[in-house]
């Protein structure tokens, strides 16, 4: 225990800022999933759209996701609006806004994929029974394109997860920032707790990311009876 | 298809263009600051406020680190403190990282920086440094067997050791091209080759080789400062007179008191013991020669 320095997180209230930290980065995380997929969802349908400007727009706005690392995004979303707007953002509102701007695209585009493998008989079946255009979409469409999207968006969740790690650099103190602050500040009495503490930050990462794994594959199963 | 393509070809090239443009300008003039409105808090602003913000570190033990009760500390944390106390205000922390210091002061969302910062003249351009309250520069470590006192001291068959990218192996390559270095790329190599007898001595940040001697035994600061010295100063947003000035006046005042030394004592000389604090503190902003 000692060489691993796990013996550091139980001093004083060290155990809990770590949990508080991950809290941080789940809460980040999770409101921004779920902003995520229902405008993905949205912003997916809208892209199978045949009209230019809208394919031009969105194919714009995936490639500047895209290519963007997410720093940069932050930086920008929490000290660019300060610099043109004079916008104060609360920076965990920033983290958020920035997740939910690269989710959405993400998610957009796991939905336009989903939604153009469904077969074309689907929609003229659908309209040969008398449902309408929104009708299609609501009953038809995208039930089976949320079937489709779920092994595919748990991988854009749990990166997700993953990459609250960055929003330290705008000032969030998150379960791995937390790490880092107790890794120094025992920095002469306990070297080597660096490896027990980061150990530990792995596991608590796979115990917030493995339940949705397991809901995924539990929801995989339910769905395709 | 074809159209779109190149309906997309043009408007990429025009995004680019825009953000290279806008990217530039930004780095090489400091254009919000002649916007109507300032982006900082004056110092009845802050006072009016009740709490001031305050960017320091959070995981830069012993300047600025965060202890087991999740309460800040350190030498910057100390000085940190008392000025909110005179300010009458009370203080907010902000955790900051080397790398957005400078941002946070320039969009205003700290009031002040005291984040082990070290004044240089490209830094100066875009922030307003107060004066300073520590100062730092190179050391060289040895052996108690052999210790090295001057770099005269040092034979010609003699290596010392630096650790590749650090001021250390810039200062000794510009000024002392004879002297052979033996580089190492991490912290860890370059102790375990000192220890191994590799080098002769090992120079590095003086505050650094201060800490690895106090560690380790059989080991000395011979020349404890080498080189210009940097100083580390508060920091505020540019063109912030009223706080700046009334921090200048503060570290004036705080000095008749011995008031860095008091917080030496009390945050750096576990570290770095009580025979370099002359070395290391500044006090009323007078850096000695």
């Given amino acids: 225990m000692q060489a691993l320095g796990i013996d550091v997180l139980l001093k004083g209230n060290n155990f809990i800022r770590l949990i508080d930290g991950l809290c941080t980065a789940l809460r980040i995380s999770l409101v921004s999933v779920i902003f995520s997929i229902v405008f993905g969802i949205v912003f997916g349908i809208v892209m199978t759209y045949k009209n230019t400007v809208i394919r031009v727009v969105s194919r714009v706005y995936l490639e500047i996701v895209r290519i963007m690392p997410q720093m940069v995004l932050l930086f920008i979303v929490f000290f660019g609006t300060t610099r043109m707007f004079g916008l104060n953002l609360d920076a965990e509102l920033a983290s958020i806004i920035v997740f939910t701007f690269w989710g959405t695209a993400e998610m957009g585009d796991l939905v336009r994929g989903a939604v153009s493998n469904i077969p074309k008989h689907q929609y003229e079946s659908s309209y040969a029974l008398g449902l309408n255009k929104a009708q299609t979409y609501f009953y038809i469409v995208i039930p089976q394109t949320l079937r489709r999207l779920i092994p595919l968006s748990i991988n854009l969740v749990t990166r997700m997860i993953k990459t609250t790690s960055l929003v330290m650099m705008i000032g969030v103190v998150e379960a791995l920032k937390v790490t880092q602050q107790i890794i120094e500040a025992n920095r002469m009495t306990a070297p080597n707790a660096a490896f027990g503490l980061y150990l530990t930050v792995f596991i608590l990462y796979f115990l917030a990311c493995w339940p949705i794994s397991l809901l995924a594959s539990y929801l995989e199963k339910k769905w395709s009876a | ?289």
């Avoid at chain 2, 009740?50 to 087991?68: A, L, R, W």
């Fill in chain 2, 1 to 289: 298809m074809k159209k779109f393509k190149r309906i997309f070809a043009v408007l990429t090239a025009v995004m680019m263009i825009v953000a290279v443009a806008a990217g530039c300008s930004d780095t090489s003039s400091n254009a919000y600051n002649t916007s109507k409105k300032t982006v900082y808090r004056t110092l009845d602003e802050i006072k009016e406020s009740g709490t001031v913000k305050i960017g320091v570190f959070s995981d830069k033990n012993p300047f600025g680190y965060v202890d087991e009760n999740g309460e800040y500390q350190g030498y910057d944390v100390y000085f940190a403190k008392r000025l909110a106390k005179d300010l009458g205000v009370k203080a907010e922390y902000v955790s900051t990282e080397a790398a957005n210091r400078i941002e946070y002061l320039q969009t205003g969302k700290v009031d002040i920086i005291l984040a082990n910062f070290t004044v240089t003249d490209e830094r100066k351009e875009e922030v307003d440094f107060a004066l300073p309250y520590m100062s730092v520069s190179l050391g060289v470590v040895s052996p108690d067997k052999k210790v090295i006192k001057s770099l005269n001291d040092i034979k010609d068959g003699d290596e010392v050791i630096v650790i590749s990218g650090t001021t250390a192996e810039t200062y000794l390559t510009e000024n002392h091209p004879d002297i052979k270095l033996k580089k190492f790329d991490a912290y860890a190599q370059a102790k375990t080759a000192l220890e191994n007898g590799e080098g002769a001595a090992w120079a590095n940040d003086n505050t650094e080789v201060i800490a690895y001697a106090l560690q380790n035994k059989g080991y000395t600061v011979g020349i404890p400062s080498l080189g210009s010295k940097d100083t580390i100063a508060p920091a505020v947003s540019k063109g912030n007179k009223t706080l700046l000035n009334w921090i200048n006046n503060e570290i004036k005042a705080l000095g008749k008191e011995k008031f860095f030394h008091k917080n030496y004592e009390k945050t750096l000389a576990d570290t770095y013991g009580k025979d370099y604090e002359e070395q290391l503190v500044v006090e009323s902003g007078k850096v000695k020669k």
